[in-house]
């Protein structure tokens, strides 16, 4: 038997569907985020706008930021950024 001097770790590794849907959102948002700075939008006017109203053309179509954001209910948006900000995550 041959010893590759790997370590190998039997701990039990835990998979969150919450952690990776929060990285997809986070990923997503960030993406518009861009879309919206390019297209010389603010940001954080826009992206609150169609949070509160769920008009997406608050959201530009440029890099298919519409179709991106348009992928999460409105809720799971909100409930990203609140529990981001209320983290101090930066």
């Given amino acids: 038997m041959e010893n590759n001097n790997k370590t190998v770790n039997h701990e039990t ?9 929060s990285m997809v959102i986070r990923a997503a948002l960030s993406e518009i985020k861009d879309a919206l700075e390019e297209k010389g939008y603010n940001p954080v006017n826009q992206i609150v706008g169609y949070i509160m109203s769920g008009d997406p053309t608050y959201i530009t179509s440029y890099k298919d930021a519409r179709l991106k954001i348009k992928k999460f209910d409105r809720d799971e948006l909100l409930e990203e950024l609140v529990g981001f900000y209320l983290k101090g995550e930066k």
Avoid at 13 to 21: G, T, Y
């Fill in 13 to 21: 590794v835990k998979f969150s569907i919450e952690m990776q849907k």
